[in-house]
């Protein structure tokens, strides 16, 4: 089972550039998330590997096979690959089993009542046994979504790219599906690449996220890396909620904006250097400011008025004026709450969760 | 390599072959002499009263169609698709023939009809009142302006229909919550949002009436007037003066170039008016006690345009004398017999008819769909170019394609003057925009997704054309073929110029009755043309699962 490589991958559309210097490695049996708003880049990226498209600059590599660069291009029935769509396009003049039969067809090795018996399995495995004679538009989006999947999955590709394939479901089904294409990729093992937009859905389902931003790979880790350690602010917003402060270093460990300093989850920072720092809403302790407080170490400590709170169900949003700064920070609480608008309250935010974002982007 | 490539190349090119030919032709022999180039044919042409005469002929002709076609199709258009008119079906259908029915038909009936001497209407009026007078005289520049308008009119109704249709209730409502009287929602509302349609609608009732023959050569060469395009086609009496013809043309093909830049001008900011659109319901305006007298007028109208023609064509064919009552004695089956066994020249123009039709229809729709299907796709660099050509023929009158055709195609090394080519090049040619544009619409249906995943499974690009393209395709594409037949065994306007009498089409044939004076075998023909055109118009709403003026039922 090989694995994908994109090298320096650049691809013009007119003047602009969709996808300039993009660079990632999907391992064997991995399954790697491109996660980005739309125009990123990443169905863009998703088409060049699949072959609809020529790079400008740049090769796709899988295993020791090199597939696209700027001078020749594998075209994709020659790739060995199996893609799953935004709209599923399944082919609504042909039935269940003849949609899911199509790739085998081109198979030589595979004999027609092999590939009968091979249809029959994938149908079973996607919950979709006695389906084989209905035509797509007699089924359901979820089903339909189902059909697409044992389609791409019965010619057991070498890699396996999804473009946004949960887009058009309802919330519900969506979560669901979520699970089935892990749980998919698990017992098959395909090396994927999976485009959304979504990261909920790029967290639960993916080994590693790709963060793409104009074009360009800003970030790339799992879940929780980019979640904890996002490198750039677009990263930290993108994935997750955030509180970001402009400000400077004051000290390789500090960073000032206004009457506010901060301790922050570094010690290296350049004094005078302009700094972004993040801060999770659910990593603030708010307590009223009447409390007793236990500044300790590594801890910052603020004090500000609340300015509004929502209930949220299982959670309280505050909105919280930071005392002598115009700065406003969300803070994330157990309900119920513990103040309300117009109080006085202390803010402890760890310096661990304080992370600086130094890039620009 | 790319296997398909060659595929889409040579469509290509035979495409800017076809069209660039004949223009290229013109433009040449316009300006050129046996001592050189020269402005002389132009000068020639323009300083003549009698082609001035023409000229000016021409423009107060398309000029009083267009408004003639506005005035009739944007009321029916109106009250078809925004209120509770009773019978809406019928005159929606009604219409629909109308637009089909050829109009050099319905010139023909109308000379039955509003002749001054034997004009059955005119017989009627003298019966009833005792003069001596005709009441109408169909030989006249108001009458060739009203037989050309009620075949016209459709053309107008199509395009503002269709636009009402898109234009959801809730944009009039949300001006009437605001408090606009019905009054002032249509005139701040509804009729600017039509504006656009209704404007180039009449652009192309104009473009219509620019490019027609067959009305002009019946009604207004009897009353010793000519239009730019009959003038055109008398240059083409013995002894031809191709020269004088190409100079003649020149100006006709800048009129209808300019006017479709106009139009797409109109139509390319007509987005706003199908914002919301989709999914917005559309309640019907009760008419009250106006729902009567409506559809009284919207039926005078078609009365006009089908039951009086139809019905003076199907008296003509049935009787002995076509002017006299339609008596046991008059009543005959001879102009069938006569037309089908005896006239020699019916048996060979049908089967050419045939002939092309079906050969136009099938190459004319391959060829087209291959077009629409690289550019659609964008296969090639060029494939902009491809639209553009594909579509030009439209600002091509019939006249003008068959003077270029004629030039190209009576020399080495392409003699096809006086073969059936020469007429099947100027059909592919003339119905390519038609063609195209059904096409288009077909592939634009087709998601490119569906061939993606054909290709990424191991399927390779013309077998994915073939496997999942095409079926999907399919009735788009019948619906193509359906529309070009139709287009074909009507033309008369290039067949007219093109013909040798080894080559002549049933639309020829007729003409060619008509200076006979053979008014029983012309109207047995026009049945005869008219239930093709009518067979392949339901073919074709089977096909397509609704009505092909573009609504669906």
Not at chain 2, 73 to 99: C, H, K, N, V
Not at chain 2, 240 to 269: H, N, Y
Not at chain 2, 439 to 453: C, I, Q, R, Y
């Amino acid at each position: 089972m090989p694995g994908v490589i994109v090298k320096e991958l650049t691809k013009r559309y007119g003047e602009v550039a969709a996808v300039e210097g993009l660079s990632l490695e999907v391992k064997p049996r991995e399954l790697v998330a491109l996660l980005g708003p739309s125009g990123c880049g990443k169905t863009t990226t998703l088409r060049v590997v699949a072959g609809f498209l020529r790079p400008e600059a740049g090769e796709i590599w899988v295993g020791d096979r090199c597939l696209s660069s700027p001078s020749a291009v594998v075209p994709p029935e020659r790739r060995r690959m199996a893609m799953i769509f935004q709209s599923y396009a399944l082919w609504p003049h042909m039935t269940v089993a003849q949609n899911v039969a199509y790739g085998l067809r081109f198979k030589q090795e595979v004999s027609r009542a092999e590939r009968e018996r091979r249809v029959r399995e994938i149908l079973k495995v996607v919950h979709l046994e006695g389906f084989e004679s209905r035509y797509p538009g007699e089924l359901s989006g979820g089903q339909q979504q189902r059909v697409a999947v044992a389609r791409s999955l019965v010619v057991e590709p070498e890699i396996l790219l999804l473009d946004e394939p949960l887009s058009n479901l309802d919330a519900n089904l969506r979560e669901e599906m979520r699970f089935e294409i892990r749980r998919l990729h698990e017992a098959f093992g395909i090396t994927t690449l999976y485009v959304t937009h979504d990261q909920a859905e790029a967290m639960v389902i993916s080994d590693r996220i790709a963060v793409l931003y104009r074009g360009r790979l800003v970030q790339i880790g799992t879940a929780h890396q980019l979640f904890e350690q996002p490198r750039t602010r677009f990263v930290a917003d993108f994935i997750g909620k955030t509180n970001l402060i402009d400000g400077v270093a004051a000290a390789p460990d500090r960073v000032a904006r206004g009457g506010l300093s901060l301790r922050v989850a570094s010690a290296s920072l350049k004094p005078g250097a302009a700094v972004t720092v993040s801060i999770r809403p659910h990593e603030i302790a708010l307590a009223p400011a009447s409390s007793p407080r236990t500044p300790g170490e590594g801890v910052n400590v603020l004090r500000g008025t609340v300015q509004r709170t929502s209930y949220l169900g299982d959670a309280i949003d505050y909105q919280v004026q930071v005392d002598g700064s115009d700065v406003v920070l969300r803070v994330a609480g157990p309900p119920p709450a513990a103040v309300r608008a117009g109080q006085e309250v202390t803010l402890t935010l760890p310096a661990a969760a304080c992370v600086p974002l130094t890039d620009s982007d | 390599m790319d296997r398909s490539i060659p595929v889409w190349v040579a469509a290509a090119l035979a495409l800017v072959v076809l069209m660039a030919l004949p223009l290229g032709w013109i433009g040449w022999v316009s300006v050129s002499s046996e001592s050189g180039p020269t402005l002389a044919h132009y000068a020639t042409v323009f300083q003549d009263p009698q082609l001035q005469k023409a000229l000016w002929n021409t423009v107060v002709m398309a000029f009083w169609v267009g408004l003639a076609s506005v005035a009739l199709g944007a009321p029916m258009a109106w009250l078809t698709a925004r209120t509770d008119l009773p019978g809406q079906t019928l005159i929606r259908g009604l219409i629909m023939a109308s637009f089909v029915t050829p109009p050099f038909l319905g010139a023909f009936a109308w000379v039955m009809l509003a002749g001054p001497n034997a004009g059955l209407l005119n017989k009627l009026y003298r019966n009833l009142s005792g003069a001596d007078d005709a009441l109408v005289n169909i030989f006249t520049m108001p009458g060739l302006i009203f037989v050309v308008a009620i075949y016209t009119f459709p053309y107008v109704y199509i395009m503002i229909a269709n636009t009402l249709a898109l234009i959801a209730s809730d944009l009039e409502e949300a001006a009437a919550i605001l408090g606009a009287g019905r009054l002032r929602v249509a005139a701040t509302v509804t009729l600017p949002m039509v504006a656009p349609a209704i404007l180039s609608g009449f652009i192309l009732a104009v473009l219509q009436a620019l490019a027609l023959f067959g009305s002009p050569a019946i009604l207004a060469l009897p009353a010793g007037f000519h239009t730019i395009t009959t003038q055109i086609w008398s240059f083409f009496h013995y002894p031809p003066k191709v020269e004088m013809a190409a100079a003649f043309s020149i100006p006709l093909l800048l009129a209808t170039a300019l006017l479709l830049q106009v139009q797409k001008r109109l139509l390319g900011r007509r987005g706003y008016a199908s914002i919301g659109g989709k999914g917005g319901r559309r309640r019907a305006i009760p008419l009250g006690l106006w729902r009567y007298p409506a559809l009284g007028g919207c039926l005078a109208l078609l009365a006009c345009a089908i039951f009086l023609p139809y019905g003076v064509l199907a008296k003509a064919a049935l009787s002995r004398a076509w002017a006299q009552p339609l008596t046991w004695d008059n009543l005959t089956l001879a102009n069938f017999t006569f037309t089908f066994f005896e006239y020699s020249a019916t048996q060979s123009a049908v089967l050419n008819t045939l002939e092309l039709g079906v050969m136009t229809a099938t190459v004319g729709a391959g060829l087209a769909a291959l077009l629409a299907y690289v550019t659609n796709r964008r296969l090639i660099i060029g494939h902009q170019v491809l639209a553009f050509l594909a579509l030009a023929p439209i600002v091509i009158p019939g006249v003008v394609l068959a003077v270029g055709l004629f030039i190209a195609y009576t020399r080495p090394p392409l003699l096809l003057y006086g073969t059936l080519w020469i007429l099947f090049v100027a059909y592919v040619t003339k119905e390519m925009p038609v063609g195209y544009s059904q096409a288009d619409a077909t592939f634009k249906g087709v998601h490119p997704e569906l061939e993606d995943a054909g290709r990424i499974l191991g399927a390779g690009r013309l077998r994915v054309l073939g496997e999942i393209t095409a079926p999907l395709a399919r009735s788009g594409i019948i619906a193509t073929w359906c529309f070009i037949f139709i287009g074909v065994i009507r033309e008369l306007s290039a067949s007219i110029i093109l013909f040798t009498p080894a080559t002549k089409v049933i639309s020829v044939v007729i003409f060619d009755l008509k200076e006979e004076g053979q008014f029983g075998p012309i109207a047995v023909l026009g049945l005869f043309m008219l239930a093709m055109t009518f067979g392949t118009v339901v073919l074709m709403q089977r096909v397509l699962g609704r009505d092909f003026m573009g609504a669906k039922e």
